[in-house]
């Protein structure tokens, strides 16, 4: 890499973690007026630090490389979610640890079949 790369990455970095932090500070006061409490972190992290990154990749690199972001996270939260069907049955059964390894294997398989079954853009 050179000089001229690392900062550009240094700075895109930097840009992302910006955006992501202003999304939760909004997200985090939009879930401090939600009722029922439980529902506030659904709108905490993950969404909020998904769309500054989306934003801050659309504005440096443009929309081929957002659209592909995108896709990355949407098949990443389709593996999360069979990640969170699997997990706590086997948690009864196997304890945490093994629970845990299982899953993250399920995960690592789900995410990739998703992103290999999204349409290449």
């Known amino acids: 890499?050179?000089?001229?790369?690392?900062?550009?990455?240094?700075?895109?970095?930097?840009?992302?973690?910006?955006?992501?932090?202003?999304?939760?500070?909004?997200?985090?006061?939009?879930?401090?007026?939600?009722?029922?409490?439980?529902?506030?972190?659904?709108?905490?992290?993950?969404?909020?630090?998904?769309?500054?990154?989306?934003?801050?990749?659309?504005?440096?690199?443009?929309?081929a490389d957002m659209r592909a972001a995108a896709d990355g996270m949407r098949a990443g939260a389709a593996a999360f979610f069979v990640y969170c069907l699997v997990v706590p049955p086997l948690m009864k059964t196997w304890g945490v640890w093994r629970a845990a390894l299982t899953g993250l294997a399920v995960w690592g398989a789900t995410a990739a079949a998703a992103f290999l079954l999204l349409p290449q853009s």
Not at 32 to 57: C, D, Q, W, Y
């Open 1 to 63: 890499m050179t000089g001229g790369s690392v900062a550009r990455l240094i700075v895109e970095v930097a840009l992302k973690a910006l955006a992501g932090g202003l999304f939760v500070l909004g997200f985090a006061v939009l879930a401090e007026m939600m009722t029922p409490k439980r529902l506030a972190g659904v709108f905490s992290a993950g969404p909020s630090v998904a769309l500054g990154s989306l934003l801050v990749t659309v504005a440096l690199t443009g929309q």
